[in-house]
């Protein structure tokens, strides 16, 4: 479990190190990179739940932001799998109750459960890893600094960057209980259920502790509800032909099947 809670804080920092990176994707505005994160999102789920060959060119997406943002796949992907229990949990439903039979492969039948199941997944990890990569590319403070332009009011974002700020505090508040369980009791090979309410009411009295010493920290350096950046972004070239570009792509993949339309180029249906 110990090293559970490190890997949890590793692998949260390393995306928060990723978002700190210097590259084509990096320097764009966040602005831009929040509206076509959210059209990518619409075009991906507006696809009927039985398509899975008209979603797969949308991949383009998650495979220029990984390259032209110098972003390590492995990273994404592994944070992305988070959602898919709750994906299986859900998909595994259509698999029950659609049962109509469409083909067969060989002697495996393929149900419209089997169809909208794959679809389902697909469309899960698309939008997961769309929205990993967009905080990986823009970072908590690019991101809030985007929708505060968007005009999301200042409550919202700015309980998203200290949310996502004390999660790293939290983590490692309960790893100290963890440890200090673990060197009262060696022998155990986990937390004894009988303690665990105390355990958790132990971490519950020092994340309080700890929010009134940040609270204490902010009012002392002039924090009045307002998140002030130093950076003040401005839209460049790049800017447009990246979200215009984006934009004339996600509306070509919705209205045409790309695979099946160069299909048929290649069998010479066209």
């Known amino acids: 479990m110990q090293i559970n809670f490190i890997q949890s804080i590793y692998n949260l920092k390393r995306v928060d190190d990723i978002s700190n990176k210097k590259s084509i994707i990096h320097n764009l505005n966040p602005v831009v990179k929040i509206l076509a994160t959210i059209l990518y999102i619409i075009t991906v789920i507006s696809f009927d739940k039985y398509e899975i060959i008209g979603l797969l060119p949308l991949l383009l997406f998650i495979v220029v932001t990984v390259y032209l943002g110098n972003i390590p796949f492995k990273s994404i992907w592994k944070i992305s799998l988070i959602g898919l229990p709750l994906l299986l949990g859900i998909g595994i439903f259509n698999l029950i109750f659609e049962r109509t039979i469409i083909s067969y492969m060989g002697i495996i039948p393929i149900t419209l459960g089997m169809i909208s199941f794959t679809s389902l997944i697909l469309k899960g990890l698309l939008t997961i890893s769309s929205g990993i990569l967009l905080i990986s590319s823009t970072g908590i403070e690019g991101l809030s600094r985007g929708l505060r332009f968007l005009k999301v009011p200042k409550i919202f974002t ?49 994340s309080f502790d700890r929010a009134e010493v940040v609270y ?33 792509f996600f509306i070509v993949v919705k209205y045409i099947n790309i695979p099946l339309f160069l299909g048929s180029l290649v069998m010479g249906g066209i």
């Open 158 to 206: 700015n309980q998203i960057v200290f949310t996502y700020r004390y999660i790293f505090v939290l983590i490692e508040s309960v790893g100290e209980v963890y440890n200090a369980y673990m060197l009262r009791a060696p022998n155990e090979k986990g937390v004894n259920l009988k303690f665990c309410g105390s355990l958790l009411g132990q971490v519950l009295l020092r």
């Open 216 to 248: 204490n920290a902010m009012i002392l350096r002039g924090f009045s509800g307002e998140y002030i950046s130093l950076e003040n972004e401005r839209f460049k070239k790049n800017d447009f032909i990246y979200i215009i570009f984006w934009l004339v």
